[in-house]
């Protein structure tokens, strides 16, 4: 079965195009996470280096991607939603480009929605559902998308719960990150020839 590669109504993007969209999207969440902790006067989520929880957001990142791998294989919806997404972003960019695929959005979502978010929020339930509902709207790019929505979704309440279960930003960042290269990794590994 041949995938269209963007949306119909979609020209394909170009290498610098993505990767100029990663390093905006990036700043633009900065400013907004670091306006929004300025002007809310809210706390960061604690973050400090500690080798053991960053690899278990590494031991968690690569969960993520095998669940995200069993969901591809089990769910149709899902498949064709998460194809669309992955040609139209990962397609043009080369394999070192996936760093900046981990790094960009891992460091940037986490800080808005787990960083400030969760705390501006009250650091609880209802935070870590509301932050995990904002994560999974980021992700849906139109109607058909749905299916990789609420996937996104629930990975956000996952990353949400783990960072107020360990207190430590650091976990969801390694998580999200690790997740990111994995399964982008993964899949332009499939595409290539010969793989």
């Known amino acids: 079965m041949t995938t269209n590669p963007t949306p119909s109504n979609l020209p394909p993007f170009t290498r610098p195009q993505i990767l100029m969209g990663m390093a905006i999207t990036a700043l633009v969440f900065l400013v907004i996470a670091k306006g929004w902790q300025w002007w809310g006067n809210v706390p960061l989520l604690a973050w400090s280096w500690q080798p053991a929880l960053a690899a278990l957001g590494v031991g968690l990142g690569c969960a993520i991607s095998l669940a995200s791998l069993g969901l591809y294989f089990v769910w149709p919806a899902y498949r064709a939603s998460a194809e669309s997404y992955l040609n139209l972003v990962l397609r043009p960019l080369e394999l070192a480009d996936l760093v900046w695929l981990g790094l960009l959005p891992g460091l940037s979502e986490e800080l808005l929605f787990r960083g ?80």
């Open 116 to 195: 400030v978010m969760l705390p501006s929020f009250g650091s609880g339930a209802i935070a870590v559902l509301l932050s995990g509902a904002s994560f999974g709207v980021l992700h849906m790019s139109g109607r058909s998308q749905w299916p990789y929505a609420v996937w996104a979704t629930l990975v956000g309440i996952f990353l949400g719960a783990i960072a107020l279960l360990t207190g430590n930003l650091l976990v969801p960042v390694a998580t999200h990150v690790t997740a990111n290269l994995v399964s982008a990794l993964f899949w332009k590994l499939r595409q290539s020839p010969g793989v």
